[in-house]
C-alpha cells in the first residue's frame, strides 16, 4: 500500500508559507508515503526558481510537477536538466530543458512513476497530443511500477474528464491542475484510478485564482495588459489523498481544504 498526498498549484510566497505550517501535520494526518506538488506558480505566481524548489523540497515535497508557466523563469532551465525531481510537461517539442516524467522512490520503498502534462484546449502554445504522448509515458514507467500518478494540467474541464477514463486501470491516480478552483467530483474510476478534475490551488484566496483583485478587476475593465502580483491576505491549501494497493490500484481518495 502506498499513500500520496498531491498539493494543488502553490502560488507565490502566501502559498509556500502556508504549505510550510501545514504540510508536516498532513503528512502525519495521511501517513503519507509521497508527496507531489505542482509549482509552476512557486515563486512570485509565475513560475520556479533555483531557491523556490530548494524551499519546497526542504519541507519534505518528494516531486515537483509543473504546467505551462514552467518557462516564466529562465533561471530554472538548468535545474530542469540536473534535477529529475522537477518535471515539466512530457508533451512540449523535444530539445526543451528538462523531462516529462520519471520514477522515484517513497519514503516506504516503492517506486512511484509521475507524469507532468498539458492539455491542448485553450493552449496558447503548440503541444504535442497529451493522449498519445501518455500512452508512451505510461508504457515505459510501467515496466518499472505499477504505482503512477498523472498531473493534466488543463483549462477545459472536459479535456480533464476525458483523460481520466483514457488512462482508468492504466495509471493510479490522474489529477486535473491549472485551474486553481476546487473541484468536488473526486472519484475512483471503474478501472481504480483516483481522479479529480482540479485540486484547486495554495496560496491567497483573498484575490482572483491567487492574484491581487484590483489588478484582476483592472484588467477586465480596460483591457490593457497588468503585471499579475500574489494576493495577500488569508491562505488556503487545497489538496488531494489518495492510497493504493500492491497492484497499483486506488481504493481511496479525498480532497481537501484548508483554510486558515
Known amino acids: ?12 510566497s502566501p502559498g509556500r508559507s502556508f504549505l510550510k505550517e501545514r504540510l508536516p501535520g498532513l503528512m502525519d494526518r495521511y501517513n503519507a508515503h509521497f508527496v507531489i506538488v505542482n509549482s509552476e506558480n512557486a515563486a512570485g505566481g ?33 535545474l530542469l536538466d540536473s534535477d529529475k525531481r522537477i518535471l515539466r510537461p512530457a508533451n512540449f517539442p523535444p530539445g526543451v530543458p528538462g523531462r516529462g516524467a520519471g520514477v522515484f522512490h517513497t ?5 512511484v512513476g ?11 502554445q503548440d503541444l504535442d497530443c497529451p493522449f498519445r504522448t501518455l500512452d508512451a509515458e505510461i508504457g515505459k514507467l510501467k515496466l518499472t511500477t505499477p504505482f503512477i500518478i498523472v498531473d493534466f ?50 496560496g491567497s484566496y483573498e484575490g482572483v485564482i491567487g492574484v491581487k483583485k484590483e489588478i484582476i478587476l483592472k484588467r477586465f475593465l480596460t483591457q ?25 490500484k486506488a481504493f481511496g481518495v479525498e480532497r481537501f481544504r484548508i483554510l486558515e
Open 1 to 12: 500500500m502506498i499513500n500520496i498526498l498531491f498539493i494543488g498549484d502553490v502560488f507565490g
Open 46 to 78: 509565475a513560475g520556479l526558481t533555483p531557491e523556490v524548489a530548494g524551499e519546497l523540497f526542504a519541507m519534505g515535497v518528494d516531486v515537483m510537477t509543473s504546467g505551462n508557466h514552467i518557462w516564466d523563469k529562465k533561471e530554472i532551465y538548468p
Open 107 to 111: 519514503r516506504s520503498g516503492q517506486q
Open 114 to 124: 509521475v507524469v507532468s502534462i498539458c492539455g491542448r484546449v485553450y493552449s496558447p
Open 153 to 202: 494540467h488543463a483549462e477545459a474541464t472536459s479535456e480533464k474528464i476525458s483523460a481520466g477514463y483514457y488512462v482508468d486501470g492504466r495509471v493510479s491516480a490522474l489529477f486535473g491542475t491549472h485551474t486553481h478552483v476546487q473541484t468536488a467530483d473526486e472519484t475512483i474510476l471503474p478501472g481504480g484510478t483516483a481522479y479529480i478534475t482540479d485540486v484547486g490551488m495554495t
Open 224 to 248: 490593457m495588459p497588468v503585471r499579475h502580483e500574489p494576493a495577500r491576505g488569508k491562505r488556503q491549501l487545497c489538496g488531494v489523498f489518495c492510497s493504493l494497493d500492491g497492484r497499483g
